[in-house]
């Protein structure tokens, strides 16, 4: 049966076919002789039993059978001449590709490589190239998912950005074709280590006495590659010269240029655990660590090294953030005159401190009433009890409001999920929310409904957290239900948790149509026009929806936080309690972030405007990174100046005129969402077309840089 539906698939594609004669060879072919066949069908199945071999050699004089990957140079193709018309080569069943040839690595710098690579031996078709990068080794604290892109079947170098700095890759490539995916070949590769992504704060001076100082370093983390050794840099404050990290010597040799400043020392990284004193004179790493001057005022920084290969990074604390003690000058004049001055000085100084510290009594007496009334917030903000509409962060206003059972008015809302129709798996984490794990689960009823569902600890929450929990809860219960919202479905309370019951989607847009990512059949994704166009009317109609209900300002829009349920029925998330992020990396929505926000203006629904046209992108370049590779910390910058997505071949003037609208300098000049929506719905009803999804002379997908969407999570997971 596989065989069969096999056969029909290769005819409908390209005509070869398992038994299709290939050519005859001649003396000299190798190849391996299995043994006496009874003609030809038994010999291709004992080729594709053995081994799953590409070629069937069948002498159909003596019905010796043989099998072989390869032709060599010693086989002519069909026609056979006379001199081999007895020995006759046939395809056995394996079609894929082999390995590409000589992959080799050219160059490599902090955040890219560049590789080469020939084509298979044995080839029917290439489609297209995949590269793969898989992490085997790196410094970050993180490990995204393998990068990947693809190229056309034409390629055979490429350079791979948005690496990891000091981080070694198995490169992986194969030809795909649409017999099956070929074999892969694979290289390693490390690229060299970067500036080391945080500098160490300055040591913490313990005590001074004499010439020592005892200070106590601090570790640093660096992601773009090790840390080799730390370094104890003395700065003799009353030097004149300015401290440059570029020039800094060895006591000796700083001495003899009169620096003021030099190493005292280089320490391995399990030895900055321990207090360190300045000025012992011994020797550290090389470095002589000079007794100080008694008398001169130091100021004592860390440097961190990191070293690989040939390519040593030094970082050292920042300076600017050191406050400068003088000591105290010796006064040694006996003059009236500065008796007098310093009488005065006196008087004025007590006087100045007699109002301090009444002011300061008065301050700690305000402080203290505030104090008992936030005490008593944090009682009633318990979940189980009453909990006030508190406003002002955390501070209740002299002239007191009549408190409101706020989370009461809240749960009567929305429906109130019985516990026992309510599963949660605790074992399947869905993700993090901003006040809770997220787990998929089960709402029992007469089918089973699948959810998601936000465990919510009341004792985990700060009080202000609380306050910000319920808040999102409110704008959660107060947004309408409407089919392209996610919905909320229900609470439930135990005595402690409060779990927060969302719908689940199968899928989130980004995935999909990164998945739906495939050239067959003359087209480079398995999803059609009309859908994605569907996505964004879905998206469209959430956004608006959003925005009439008047209650939340959706400030996350991107692919990723767009859910999809089986319908193909695309649902705005992540907005609210419904932002919830992978354990471990979160988005860096700086690529879908309108010009304005950038120079601090505030949200609008006309900053939506301009992420969601960034969407409509996204949804057109099939799930590739706006902007590509042009690192995070550049847009914004680059944006201001007037980068702008671009008009890919497939997108449709009218589509890109409506999206570049969007992204105009001046707010009011972006249309609304109900405007887009029009204009989407009319050309959708009208079958005008927005986009062209097929392949073309040339084509390549945008790329797909997962390291500039996602970033390491820093918020602690609850
Ligand atoms: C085939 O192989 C034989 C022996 O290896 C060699 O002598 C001969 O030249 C080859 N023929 C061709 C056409 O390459
Ligand atoms: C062997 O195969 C060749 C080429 O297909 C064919 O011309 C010839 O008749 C066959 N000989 C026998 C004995 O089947
Ligand atoms: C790597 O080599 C290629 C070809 O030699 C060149 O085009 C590219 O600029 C090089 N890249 C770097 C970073 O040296
Ligand atoms: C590359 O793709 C084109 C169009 O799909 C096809 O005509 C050509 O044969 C392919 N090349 C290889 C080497 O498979
Ligand atoms: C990579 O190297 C370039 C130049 O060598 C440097 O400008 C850049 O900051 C480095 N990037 C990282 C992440 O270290
Ligand atoms: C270091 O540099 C030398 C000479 O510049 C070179 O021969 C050597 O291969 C380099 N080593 C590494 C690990 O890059």
């Known amino acids: 049966m596989l065989l069969f539906l096999l056969l029909i698939f290769l005819q409908s594609s390209i005509c070869v076919e398992k038994g299709d004669l290939v050519g005859c060879f001649k ?3 190798e190849y391996f002789i299995i043994k006496e066949s009874r003609g030809l069908l038994e010999c291709l199945s004992v080729c594709v039993e053995n081994n799953n071999y590409r070629y069937a050699v069948l002498n159909n004089v003596t019905s010796k059978c043989g099998c072989t990957n390869f032709l060599g140079k010693n086989y002519s193709q069909i026609p056979c001449d006379e001199s081999c018309h007895d020995c006759n080569i046939y395809y056995a069943g394996n079609f894929a590709p082999t390995m590409p040839e000589n992959l080799a690595v050219e160059n490599v710098t902090n955040t890219s490589a560049y590789i080469l690579w020939e084509k298979p031996k044995f080839f029917l078709d290439i489609r297209n190239y995949q590269v793969k990068a898989n992490v085997i080794k790196t410094y970050a604290n ?14 055979y170098d490429a350079e791979l950005g948005s690496l990891n700095p000091g981080t ?29 992504d945080n500098i160490p704060f300055l040591p913490t001076v313990i005590k001074r006495e004499g010439s020592k100082i005892t200070v106590k370093l601090n570790p640093v ?17 009353d030097s004149k010269l ?16 009169e620096l003021g400043y030099y ?7 399990k030895q900055v655990l321990e207090d360190f004193v300045v000025g012992d004179g011994k020797t550290y790493g090389g470095f002589y660590n000079a007794p100080l001057n008694p008398n001169s005022n130091y100021l004592i920084i860390e440097g961190m090294v990191s070293s690989a290969g040939n390519i040593t990074k030094v970082v050292y604390s920042d300076i600017s953030t050191h406050v400068y003690k003088r000591d105290k000058t010796n006064l040694n004049s006996n003059s009236s005159v500065l008796v007098t001055a310093l009488t005065i000085c006196v008087v004025i100084v007590s006087g100045i401190l007699a109002v301090i510290v009444i002011f300061y009594i008065y301050l700690r007496q305000k402080a203290f009433k505030r104090r008992l009334r936030r005490l008593r917030d944090n009682q009633e ?3 189980q009890g009453p909990i006030l509409e508190v406003v002002n962060e955390g501070y209740i206003p002299e002239e007191e409001v009549q408190p409101i059972d706020h989370y009461n008015v809240l749960k009567q809302k929305v429906w109130r999920i019985p516990q026992n129709l309510l599963k949660v798996d605790n074992k399947t984490l869905v993700g993090v929310g901003e006040f809770g794990s997220v787990h998929s689960g089960m709402i029992k009823k007469e089918d089973d409904i699948p959810v998601v569902v936000v465990v919510i600890y009341d004792k985990k929450l700060s009080s202000i957290n609380k306050k910000n929990m319920l808040r999102d809860l409110d704008l959660l219960i107060k947004t309408d239900k409407h089919k392209n919202v996610l919905e909320l479905i229900g609470l439930c309370e135990t005595m402690d948790i409060l779990f927060v019951v969302l719908e689940a989607a199968s899928v989130n847009l980004k995935d999909l149509l990164l998945g739906s990512r495939d050239t067959s059949g003359g087209r480079f994704s398995s999803i059609t026009e009309n859908q994605a166009v569907s996505f964004m009317i879905d998206i469209a109609k959430g956004i608006q929806h959003l925005e009439k209900q008047k209650v939340v300002l959706h400030k996350r829009l991107c692919a990723r936080n767009i859910l999809v349920n089986a319908n193909n029925v695309a649902k705005v998330s992540g907005y609210g309690l419904c932002h919830y992020t992978h354990q471990n990396i979160m988005p860096d929505y700086t690529r879908w972030t309108a010009v304005e926000i950038f120079s601090n203006f505030p949200h609008t629904h006309k900053s939506n405007a301009w992420s969601f046209a960034c969407i409509m992108w996204e949804i057109s370049a099939l799930g590739g990174t706006p902007y590509g590779s042009i690192p995070n910390n550049e847009i914004p910058g680059q944006i201001k100046r007037g980068l702008r997505l671009v008009q890919l071949p497939y997108i449709s003037e009218e589509l890109y005129q409506q999206m570049f609208d969007c992204w105009q300098v001046e707010p009011g000049e972006r249309p609304d969402s109900s405007a887009i929506l029009q204009m989407l719905t009319h050309c959708q009803v009208n079958s005008l077309p927005l986009l062209n999804f097929e392949l073309y002379p040339g084509f390549q997908y945008e790329q797909f840089y997962m390291d500039s969407e996602l970033v390491a999570r820093t918020v602690p997971i609850l």
Request: hydrophobic fraction near 35%; aromatic fraction near 12%.
């Open 27 to 29: 003396p000299g072919v």
């Open 142 to 155: 993180y490990i995204g998912n393998p990068q990947w892109w693809t190229f056309t079947n034409n390629t």
């Open 168 to 196: 070694k890759y198995n490169i992986l490539v194969q030809a795909l074709s649409s017999y099956s995916d070929g074999e892969v070949a694979s290289i390693i590769l490390q690229t060299e280590i970067g500036d080391p």
């Open 221 to 237: 983390m660096n992601n773009n590659g090790p840390v080799t050794s730390y370094q104890v840099v003395v700065i003799d404050q």
């Open 242 to 257: 300015f401290f440059q990290p570029e020039s800094l010597k060895s006591f000796q040799e700083s001495k003899e240029d």
């Open 263 to 269: 190493i005292a020392a280089e320490l391995q990284p």
């Open 381 to 383: 903000l318990a979940m």
